[in-house]
């Protein structure tokens, strides 16, 4: 039975992700009156303070309470959002995003590096499946209910219900039994050494770097995927815009279903990484049989079986984050991976909107399926290569940083014999 923290976590996290959902639905419907760049400018400020704000937010994760992080920034979003009730202006719906993008920015390594700390190494594979099923609906639910509530009243009032997802996120904090402190003790000053100290951690595990690569090749498939998914299935399977959110919906599901099944499988921790370079093949195969299909069902099944991928390599990260990662630093790691994460995504987005006029859309997600195909295929034999050269003591851990940060060796004592046994 995982602890009352646990479920508190992953409400709170999928309740935001509803309500981020439905303020972007909301706000891209209202910003489509200003034209193409106006919704381009959305975009944007959605992911450009991600990427430019990830050091001092992931240095601000491992000096402040996660708590006061969460609390403070999170009923800031608050206030931010409903003032965007108030205005229907284009620039200042835009800046009022790039101001709540900043404050993701600033929470999600915070409550990222939070979760290991609140359950016992044993619960932390079901605990996170727990969070990874509730982010699964949160993302399914928020883009949904911000369409009926647009068809039921307007592009204002959905921004309250956003608004209150905030502040339910921050009462949830509040409401947690345990908390992550860092100890601040001994710390060096805000500098870039300092700030870049997730970076230089991954840049020392070799098993980490390389499924950040295996995985930001994946990112950009994607990336060109969400460009032209919608002509792939208006113009090349004739299909209508029910039938468009429906397939978003299976994609959606299938990622659920992915963070539900891979905590039964128990994997020994020795096999986590090749498990993600499995998942990460089974998202190629999918976008590769999505890119052929020319049927509304066979659509279908391929996208659930991309999303049951992305589902379990999402577990898969989330664990090896937890495992590999020191807590001193797990913040700034959170937050130099996800801002890598989202140049590669934004990237991809902005190469396919470029080629999108000059190649069918089949194509490009072809190139997508391809591409993440080989990524797989490279990474395998690098990440087998990683693991025979590992040290397995826990006392010959490599040190990557100053102040004695190690990366932590997957395979040691009980862990590596149990391997051994189950192969």
């Known amino acids: 039975m995982l602890p009352r923290d ?8 999928g309740m935001s992700l509803t309500g981020d959902g439905v303020a972007y639905v909301c706000l891209a419907w209202r910003m489509k009156e200003h034209g193409t760049l106006a919704v381009m400018a959305l975009t944007l400020a959605m992911a450009v303070p991600m990427v430019v704000a990830a050091p001092w937010a992931g240095l601000l994760a491992d000096r402040v309470s996660a708590k006061r992080i969460v609390v403070t920034v999170t009923t800031v979003q608050a206030a931010v959002t409903s003032a965007l009730f108030w205005t229907g202006s284009g620039p200042l719906t835009v800046a009022a995003l790039a101001v709540l993008a ?50 039921v009243t307007d592009t204002r009032w959905p921004l309250l219900l956003d608004a209150g997802t905030f502040l339910v996120y921050a ?4 409401a947690l039994s345990k908390d992550r402190i860092p100890d601040v003790v001994g710390r060096g000053r805000a500098g870039f050494t300092e700030m870049t100290a997730g970076l ?24 060109a995927l969400n460009v032209v998914e919608v002509f792939f299935i208006t113009n090349e399977l004739g299909a209508n815009s029910t039938v468009y959110g429906l397939l978003g919906l299976v994609y959606g599901a299938g990622n659920l279903i992915g963070a539900q099944i891979f905590p039964r499988l128990r994997i020994p921790k020795p096999r986590l990484p090749l498990s993600a370079v499995i998942a990460e093949l089974v998202i190629a195969a999918g976008l590769l049989c999505f890119a052929f299909s020319r049927e509304v069902w066979l659509a279908a099944v391929t996208l659930a079986v991309a999303g049951l991928g992305n589902g379990v390599i999402n577990m898969v990260f989330g664990l090896l984050f937890a495992y590999r990662v020191p807590d001193e630093v797990r913040g700034r790691f959170g ?17 396919a909107g470029m080629v999108g006029t000059a190649l069918a859309a089949s194509t490009i997600i072809t190139i997508g399926g391809l591409l993440a195909l080989l990524a797989g295929l490279i990474g395998w034999p690098v990440i087998v290569r990683a693991q025979r050269r590992e040290p397995v003591e826990p006392a010959e851990s490599v040190a990557v940083i100053e102040q004695g940060v190690s990366v932590k060796p997957l395979g040691s004592g009980e862990d590596a014999e149990a391997a051994e046994h189950r192969g």
Do not use: C, H, K, Y
């Open 6 to 13: 646990a479920w508190i976590a992953a409400t709170a996290r």
């Open 102 to 151: 900043l404050g993701t920015a600033v929470v999600n390594p915070a409550w990222m590096a939070l979760l290991p700390t609140l359950v016992t190494e044993e619960q932390l594979p079901r605990a996170m499946g727990l969070s990874q099923s509730f982010t699964a609906i949160g993302n399914l639910a928020g883009p949904a209910l911000g369409g009926v509530l647009i068809a």
């Open 171 to 174: 009462a949830l904090a509040m």
């Open 200 to 223: 230089r951690v991954l840049r020392g595990d070799a098993i980490l770097r390389t499924l950040l690569w295996v995985l930001v090749v994946s990112v950009f498939g994607f990336g």
């Open 335 to 351: 937050s130099a991976f996800g801002s890598i994460i989202t140049v590669s995504s934004l990237t991809s987005m902005a190469i």
